[in-house]
T-cell receptor
Framework: GDSVTQMEGPVTLSEEAFLTINCTYT??????LFWYVQYPGEGLQLLLK?????DKGSNKGFEATYRKETTSFHLEKGSVQVSDSAVYFC????????????FGSGTRLQVQP | DVKVTQSSRYLVKRTGEKVFLECVQD?????MFWYRQDPGLGLRLIYF???????EKGDIPEGYSVSREKKERFSLILESASTNQTSMYLC????????????????FGAGSRLTVL
């Protein structure tokens, strides 16, 4: 079945540092790929998505590019802020069949001032 | 603002009790989901529903059941709670359609943290 693998956390960075959170996937066909973010005490929110190969999703300074050749969707941000501290989940879904997302295990990001 | 509302944010129950977790969405979405979230395991799908009175097992349905009598409401039921069901439970919904229409973007509730003693 489909699966998503994320780098383990926590990731601890200083403010204004560069962020990369690795995500790779195993899936048949051409899934859609997502990054969701969960701030403390809240549910998950969509951060960005990409629906086909070479698409770049972007939002709030975060970016991720759908790389089919490496089955990856790494999350990047050029300069993190304390307010970016959260848990980040990589996920995928197929456009047919069940609509449920398959999630990675999540990566906790801690940004220190 | 569109919403998925989970009625209980925090619950404490005893082993063997029957537990109901309620979820309501106001977006007229066809599809609804229940996940549980555990540290290091991410989110795992328990059950989902494509339509009223429809339900499908997810990846970890054992010990759970669901009910969808109305389109906007999807309930998760623990018939006899056990300590290994202590977890955060997340409800989500999405519309039916294609990726281009945004159909595969899930909207989540804030979660229900259940502790079983």
């Amino acid at each position: 079945g489909d699966s998503v693998t994320q780098m383990e956390g926590p990731v601890t960075l200083s403010e204004e540092a560069f962020l990369t959170i690795n995500c790779t996937y195993t899936a048949t066909g051409y899934p859609s790929l997502f990054w969701y973010v969960q701030y403390p005490g809240e549910g998950l929110q969509l951060l960005l998505k990409a629906t086909k190969a070479d698409d770049k999703g972007s939002n709030k300074g975060f970016e991720a590019t759908y790389r089919k050749e490496t089955t990856s969707f790494h999350l990047e941000k050029g300069s993190v802020q304390v307010s970016d501290s959260a848990v980040y989940f990589c996920a995928l879904t197929q456009d047919t069949g069940r609509r449920a997302l398959t999630f990675g295990s999540g990566t906790r990001l801690q940004v220190q001032p | 603002d569109v919403k998925v509302t989970q009625s209980s944010r925090y619950l404490v129950k005893r082993t063997g009790e029957k537990v109901f977790l309620e979820c309501v969405q106001d977006m007229d979405h066809e599809n609804m989901f229940w996940y549980r979230q555990d540290p290091g395991l991410g989110l795992r799908l328990i059950y989902f529903s494509y339509d009223v009175k429809m339900k499908e097992k997810g990846d970890i349905p054992e010990g759970y059941s669901v009910s969808r009598e109305k389109k906007e409401r999807f309930s998760l039921i623990l018939e006899s709670a056990s300590t290994n069901q202590t977890s955060m439970y997340l409800c989500a919904s999405t519309q039916t359609g294609t990726a281009l229409s945004g159909a595969n973007v899930l909207t989540f509730g804030a979660g229900s943290r259940l502790t079983v003693l």
